[in-house]
């Protein structure tokens, strides 16, 4: 319980980007970089153009990440990418937003007939 209590407090400092941004972000192609934290087989069932890095490996394939523009970490709900955010933040990156509401959300505001599991 206590995680989790921690999780909500940093999250409350945490940068956070709505899905109707990310929406206007990628219409009008901005440059940034859309990281999915969840696993391979939830990625497989639906996702948003971006790179596949499960939480589990955030810290060990870093290097993938842009440290130069904006990223937007993402997952199914925003919890498992606040964590991957703190964890990145760790590793020195200062240029990253959380997806709030993750992929549950974009089904919800901006693609009804996404596959969500």
């Known amino acids: 319980m206590w ?4 999780l909500e407090i940093i999250k409350t400092t945490m940068k956070e980007v709505t899905v109707q941004e ?4 990628i219409d009008s192609n901005e ?3 859309l990281i999915d934290v969840r696993e391979p087989f939830e990625y497989e069932v639906s ?4 790179l596949n890095i499960p939480l589990a490996g955030i810290v060990i394939e870093a290097d993938k990440i842009a440290k130069d523009k904006p990223v937007i970490i993402q997952c199914r709900s925003g ?6 955010v703190m964890l990145l933040e760790q590793q020195g990156f200062d240029n990253l937003a959380n997806l709030k509401g ?3 959300a974009w089904k919800e505001e901006i693609d009804p007939e ?3 599991y």
């Open 3 to 6: 995680r989790l209590v921690a």
């Open 22 to 25: 990310l929406k206007g972000m």
């Open 31 to 33: 440059d940034f970089q």
């Open 47 to 50: 996702h948003i153009n971006g």
């Open 79 to 84: 919890k498992r990418s606040a964590q991957a």
């Open 102 to 104: 993750g992929i549950l």
């Open 114 to 116: 996404m596959d969500v």
